[in-house]
């Protein structure tokens, strides 16, 4: 009965903005076909989002575009255009960055604070090309900066507390700028327990303990040059995953860079930003506080990566140009290490990632064409090259047990091209684009050795001789925004050969206990992937706003069976007032029974469900201190469901009240 109380009430909401007539002149022509997700500046934080003090996880879920694949209430996977993280790229501010776990438990996402970010730029396939090979598209996570503004010092404190889970949330921004200096700094600290289900049922090692220290500084030689630094230490402690039969007992990383940017005066060239960075990750998995585990073991990884781009912007004529050199070193290795129950038996130890050493470099170019005031063209290409070394001889020879043949480095040329037209007149908007585009096999694909998937509970061992994977893309968008309304529908399409999936090899016996076989990676003739997305807002006064919306995907491979962690119809519908210094939220979100899951690749059909979510805020000055207060209850009706993206079905949280008070000085 809730659930067709509130497609009735959803299916209300959307028929209202269909009665627009109110129309505007907008002669802007769109550049490239992104979509940014403000998440705020240090002094405007809690005025941008329902709840201030969300994950960048749950940030990012407003896209259309974004998925999570969730094992906890930590770290969640994103997924964009329904393609997991080895088809896509996340960068932080330009920076490549890879995780340190071969159960993905350390998505890029985990270790930057929605207190540090300013805006999320998410593109989609090719169109995001300038920072590395990628297929679904990227995220570029934008970091706070102040700027070279006579501003003076600024602070900003923020607590919160979430009762499902007792979540304790505190931080803090100091900031410092005038015309020649600047520095931001920020911290933020989340304890949280195991969170319940609904109904009041406990979801046992769901806990997890984690601080974020934040610093970027910046100094002007002059009024065209400046240097800047930035630093970022995250750590996270006795994080449970409660999907997975291993939990997290450290995921540290530091994220440093250092960049120059001139801008000339009178040239052609507008911009030439080069910066170089390191980042160092470390991650261990730990079993020590699960039952009836029937042999202990210790999984530890790490993963360095050095790096620099080099990328100019300028304009001839009616060409608005870019070049982009970018390049990166990563070393990544795990390893395990079991303990048998017995003491008198030996250890038993492997790699599952053999020290492989990767080195790209890539030539990006871009070239958009202003035709008129209403249209442009853009073209983009890029070429790079991809070597990984196995610089671990243990671990070579590990693999060339399932590949005799196998050399220890393994050289790719990968490619991409993409075009799209785009034409914007009188609040009307359309464009449409094709794009090719190339990977290379993530280093579990090609060298994982043993790694167990809790998913479908197979051991996978990687293929160091498979192809690059080929993605041919289609894409197309169509919007109208007058003075209260604005709706945009856009699609792309993907067909992606040498598909690269896990395939069971019958003669060969698994090493974790209670697998079902072992998989090894193989490459598919080809799969499609469909991606749908509507967004509307409609403005009915000064005051009241309606936003919806509605997301079809759809996937399968050349056997017609369906690709695993395809979304089923999903929808939106929030209603929000504001009124001086008070605003307050309704909304309700859901999905459709998900049809399409692939049992082949070992997923649970999941129900439909729905849930409803409520906010209210209030700002008002004290003094010399500005305040704002944020309270709201997410899943009001304490719904027990599961999604389509939750590994192993595990529930989500149950009803949650929600509390965040911030004030600066």
Same mark, same amino acid.
């Given at each position: 009965? @809730?659930?067709?109380?509130? #497609? ?43 709840? /201030? ?14 998925? %999570? ?11 964009? !255009? ?56 990227? +995220?570029?996570?934008?970091? !706070? ?92 402690? $006795? ?6 039969? %291993? ?16 801008? /000339? ?19 261990? %998995? ?7 585990? /029937? +042999?202990?073991?210790?999984? =530890? ?9 080099? @990328? *100019?912007? #300028? ?99 990968? &490619? ?51 192809? !690059? ?40 016996? /698994?090493?974790? +206990?209670?697998?079902?076989?072992? &998989? ?22 000064? !005051?009241? @706003? ?21 979304? =089923? ?11 001086? @210094? ?19 690749? #070992?997923?649970?059909?999941?129900? $439909?469900? *729905?849930?409803?979510?409520? *906010? ?5 000055? %004290? ?37 965040? +008070?911030?004030?600066?000085?």
């Amino acid at each position: 009965m @809730k659930k067709k109380l509130y #497609g009735f009430v959803l299916l209300f909401f959307t028929s209202i903005p269909l009665f627009a007539q109110d129309q505007v002149t907008d002669t802007v022509v769109q550049k490239i076909l992104k979509e940014v997700i403000v998440i705020g500046k240090k002094t405007q934080l809690y005025q941008q989002q329902t709840k /201030p003090l969300a994950t960048v996880e749950e940030y990012l879920q407003q896209s259309g575009k974004v998925g %999570m694949i969730k094992r906890g209430a930590y770290a969640w996977e994103p997924i964009i !255009n329904s393609m997991t993280t080895e088809r896509t790229l996340i960068t932080i501010d330009g920076m490549r960055v890879f995780g340190a776990c071969t159960d993905k438990m350390d998505p890029i996402t985990s270790y930057v604070e929605v207190s540090n970010l300013s805006e999320a730029t998410i593109t989609s396939g090719q169109q995001g090309g300038n920072h590395g090979a990628a297929i679904g598209g990227s +995220i570029d996570l934008k970091r !706070n900066r102040s700027g070279f503004v006579n501003s003076g010092w600024d602070v900003l404190i923020h607590s919160g507390f979430e009762s499902n889970g007792n979540q304790k949330i505190v931080g803090s921004a100091v900031n410092y700028a005038n015309n020649r200096f600047y520095v931001d700094t920020d911290f933020m600290y989340r304890d949280a327990e195991n969170y319940t289900a609904g109904n009041n049922q406990e979801v046992l090692f769901s806990q997890f303990r984690k601080f974020n220290i934040s610093a970027t500084s910046g100094f002007s030689f002059d009024e065209n040059k400046m240097v800047e630094a930035s630093l970022i230490y995250d750590k996270a402690t $006795d994080v449970g995953y409660p999907a997975l039969p %291993m939990d997290v007992s450290l995921a540290e990383a530091l994220i440093t860079s250092l960049k120059f940017e001139y801008v /000339p005066k009178s040239s052609k060239i507008k911009n030439w930003e080069t910066k170089i960075y390191y980042n160092t990750i470390k991650h261990r %998995m730990d079993d020590t506080k699960r039952p009836f585990v /029937p +042999i202990h073991m210790d999984m =530890p990884g790490w993963s360095d990566t050095y790096g620099f781009y080099s @990328k *100019a912007t #300028g304009v001839f004529k009616s060409h608005h140009l870019m070049v982009d050199l970018n390049s990166f070193y990563n070393r990544s290795v795990a390893e395990m290490t079991m303990y048998p129950s017995n003491p008198n038996e030996s250890l038993m130890f492997m790699f599952t990632w053999p020290d492989v050493r990767t080195l790209y470099n890539a030539l990006f170019l871009e070239d958009t064409i202003l035709l008129n005031s209403q249209s442009s063209l853009r073209f983009s290409a890029s070429v790079a090259n991809h070597f990984n070394t196995v610089a671990n001889d243990l671990g070579l020879e590990s693999l060339q047990i399932f590949y005799p043949n196998m050399k220890n480095s393994k050289n790719r040329i990968l &490619k991409s091209i993409s075009s799209n037209y785009t034409y914007a007149k009188n609040g009307f908007q359309y464009g449409f684009g094709l794009a090719y585009g190339e990977r290379a096999p993530s280093v579990s694909e090609g060298y994982g050795f043993y790694l167990f998937n809790s998913f479908d509970r197979y051991d996978y061992i990687g293929n160091p001789e498979l192809k !690059n994977e080929k993605a041919s893309e289609a894409n197309a968008f169509i919007g109208f925004k007058t003075q209260k309304l604005s709706t945009k529908l856009s699609s792309s399409y993907f067909h992606i050969s040498n598909y690269i999936v896990g395939k069971p090899a019958d003669n060969m016996i /698994p090493m974790t +206990i209670g697998a079902s076989g072992i &998989k090894t990676y193989t490459a598919l003739d080809y799969a499609t992937i469909v991606n749908t997305d509507l967004n509307i807002e409609y403005q009915f006064d000064t !005051n009241f @706003k309606w936003l919806g919306q509605l997301v079809y995907s759809y996937g399968q491979d050349y056997k017609k069976e369906n690709l695993p962690f395809i979304s =089923p119809l999903r929808y939106s519908a929030a209603f929000q007032y504001n009124v001086k @210094k008070f605003s307050s939220e309704m909304a309700v979100q859901g999905n459709a029974v998900h049809t399409q899951y692939s049992p082949f690749y #070992g997923e649970d059909r999941t129900p $439909d469900y *729905a849930i409803l979510n409520v *906010a209210s805020s209030y700002s008002f000055q %004290m003094d010399n201190s500005k305040w704002y207060v944020k309270a709201g209850i997410e899943n009001v009706l304490d719904a027990y469901y599961s999604t389509f993206s939750d590994w192993n079905t595990i529930p989500r949280k149950g009803r949650n009240f929600f509390l965040n +008070i911030s004030f600066g000085l």
